[in-house]
């Protein structure tokens, strides 16, 4: 099946720096991708849309000028978490669908800031 | 209303049990339903696509109801490395971002 990568797999920051987060579709090109967010003991949460050459949707409560999403080619989507604070410590999971229902999930970024 | 709900548990069960689990949506539109598995730490992986005439592979079944908007999955001879959660998805059209549930979490022991 189709692949997803991330990377980093995990980071470690201090509160106040930012942190990129890659999505690459390793096999096939992703107009579109997903970027969910995961909070202990909580459900995926879809936190944005990115779109290959346009402007990214974002969910109601997630701020757009915090977590800037840049999808510049159809194989890579980047969400980059700005002045970081401890609230935004999770797990972001990118994901881009295929044909159909399909949907092909990259393994998740763990950000802990400290 | 939460979009997807699922049974709170943590599920305790030893090796052999059958267990299900339960799930309920709330848009009656949606369009494709799915059990996916995430172990610790790790992505939620695709378990199995589920059919309003019900789909069965190996030792676990899944069924529709989508009058009661409704989901179910089973777990037969439940083995110590079916311990994950469960994650009750739903997407309400082709192409779109998934919905997920809180997931259930199971824990088979010896």
């Known amino acids: 099946g189709a692949v997803v990568s991330q990377h980093p797999s995990w980071v470690i920051c201090k509160s106040g720096t930012s942190v990129k987060i890659e999505c690459r579709s390793l096999?096939?090109?992703?107009?579109?991708m997903f970027w969910y967010r995961q909070f202990p003991k909580q459900s995926l949460m879809l936190m944005a849309t990115?779109?290959?050459?346009?402007?990214?949707?974002?969910e109601q409560g997630v701020e757009k000028d915090k977590f800037l999403i840049n999808h510049a080619s159809l194989t890579l989507s980047t969400l980059t978490v700005t002045s970081a604070h401890p609230e935004d410590s999770s797990f972001y999971i990118c994901?881009?669908?295929?044909?159909?229902?399909?949907?092909?999930f990259g393994p998740g970024t763990r950000l802990t800031v400290t | 209303r939460k979009e997807v709900e699922q049974d709170p548990g943590p599920f305790n069960v030893p090796e052999g049990a059958t267990v299900a689990f339960n799930c309920t949506y709330s848009?009656?539109?949606?369009?494709?339903f799915f059990w996916y598995r995430q172990d610790c730490r790790k992505e939620p992986k695709l378990l199995m696509s589920?059919?309003?005439s019900g789909n069965e592979d190996g030792r676990f079944t899944a069924q529709l109801n989508r009058a009661s908007q409704y989901i179910s999955l089973l777990i037969r001879d439940s083995k110590l490395s079916d311990s994950a959660t469960y994650l009750c998805?739903?997407?309400?059209?082709?192409?779109?971002?998934?919905?997920f549930g809180k997931g259930t979490t199971l824990s088979v022991s010896s």
């Open positions: 848009n009656s539109a949606s369009q494709s």
């Open positions: 994901s881009a669908p295929g044909h159909l229902y399909e949907q092909y």
């Open positions: 589920v059919y309003s």
């Open positions: 998805v739903v997407n309400p059209q082709a192409g779109t971002a998934l919905i």
């Open positions: 990115s779109n290959e050459g346009s402007k990214a949707t974002y």
């Open positions: 096999d096939f090109q992703a107009t579109t």
